[in-house]
C-alpha cells in the first residue's frame, strides 16, 4: 500500500485526449493535498488539453509512437520488442518525476512489462466499460476501444466505466471503481431491430462521448481519493482475482458506495492528507 505523508505525485499518459486531467487540474479540491500531478506523457505529438493542461503549471512530454516505430522501421501493432524498447523509454522520461502513481487516461495502447515492472501494481486505466462483466473463462466481457461500440451491440440497456488495476492482459486487471450507469436511448433499439449500421454507428461514438465527458473526471478524482485515503491498496488488488473482485461505486452525485465489509468514506476524510 502506498503509505505517504504528502501527496501523491501522478503521472499522466494519454493519446490524441485525457479527457478527465482538465477536471483534476481545475475542479478537483483535493489537488495539492492528497495529490499533485507531475507530468502527462502522450503517446502522440501532441493532445487537445496540452496547452491548457501546461497554463497550469503541469510539464507535458511528447512520445510520439508512430515516429518512434518509422526510426525502427516497424509497424505499429507488430512489433513486440520495438514496443517493449518504447515502454522502457516511457519510464525513463518519467523517472525525473519520481511519480507515486500512473493514471492511463485516454491512453489508447496497452503497457508492456517495463512499465508494469517500474510502476508494479501503481498503475490505473480509465476504461468505459462495466470490467464486473466477465466471460465464463474470467476474463473481462468488452476489453479495449470499441468496448462501449461492442456493449451497445450486445444488447446492453445501460453502460459504466471502470478504474482498474493495469496488467498485461487488456483490460483485464482487478476493477477497483464503477461508475453509475449510463442508460442507453429508445433508438439504440430501433436502430439494431432495423439494422442501421449507420445509426448504430452514431448513437454508439455519441454514447462514448457522453460517458467520457461525463465520467472521466469524477471516476480519476474518486480513484485518486480512495488511494490518497488509503481505502484501497493497489498491492492487495493487483494479486486478487479479478472475476471475483468487488469495486467501489461512484453514484452520479459524487458519493461513494463501499463493496461489503469496507469502511465507507466519513464526510469529514474527503478533505484529509494521505
Not at 461508475?179 to 461514438?205: C, H, I, N
Not at 465520467?215 to 493487483?238: C, F, H, N, T, Y
Amino acid at each position: 500500500m502506498l503509505t505517504l505523508s504528502r501527496p501523491l505525485k501522478v503521472a499522466v499518459l494519454c493519446s490524441h485526449r485525457a479527457p478527465g486531467l482538465l477536471y483534476l487540474l481545475n475542479r478537483d479540491r483535493e489537488r495539492g493535498r492528497l495529490f499533485e500531478v507531475v507530468c502527462c506523457v502522450t503517446s502522440e505529438r501532441t493532445f487537445d488539453e496540452e496547452v491548457r493542461v501546461e497554463r497550469r503549471g503541469v510539464p507535458t512530454l511528447s512520445h510520439a509512437i508512430e515516429d518512434f516505430y518509422a526510426l525502427r522501421d516497424a509497424p505499429v501493432y507488430g512489433d513486440p520488442a520495438v514496443r517493449s524498447e518504447y515502454d522502457a523509454k516511457t519510464v525513463a522520461l518519467l523517472e525525473p518525476y519520481a511519480p507515486d502513481l500512473v493514471v492511463l487516461d485516454g491512453y489508447l495502447y496497452l503497457v508492456t512489462e517495463p512499465l508494469l515492472s517500474a510502476f508494479r501494481a501503481r498503475v490505473i486505466n480509465l476504461h468505459f466499460a462495466d470490467l464486473t462483466e466477465r466471460t465464463p473463462e474470467g476474463g473481462p466481457a468488452f476489453p479495449g476501444i470499441r468496448a462501449v461500440r461492442d456493449a451497445l451491440a450486445a444488447g446492453r440497456t445501460e453502460t459504466r466505466a471502470t478504474i482498474h488495476v493495469v496488467n498485461a492482459e487488456p483490460d483485464g486487471g482487478t476493477p477497483l471503481l464503477r461508475s453509475w450507469p449510463f442508460p442507453t436511448a429508445p433508438l439504440l433499439g430501433d436502430a439494431l431491430a432495423w439494422r442501421a449500421l449507420d445509426v448504430f454507428k452514431a448513437y454508439a461514438f455519441a454514447h462514448q462521448g457522453w460517458m467520457m465527458r461525463g465520467a472521466s473526471g469524477p471516476m480519476l478524482s474518486a480513484a485518486l481519493r480512495l488511494i490518497g485515503l488509503r481505502k484501497v491498496d493497489l498491492e492487495l488488488l493487483a494479486a486478487s482475482a479479478p472475476a471475483s473482485a468487488v469495486p467501489w461505486e461512484l453514484d452520479e452525485r459524487g458519493a461513494l458506495v463501499a463493496p461489503p465489509a469496507v469502511t465507507a468514506i466519513e464526510p469529514h476524510e474527503m478533505t484529509a492528507r494521505a
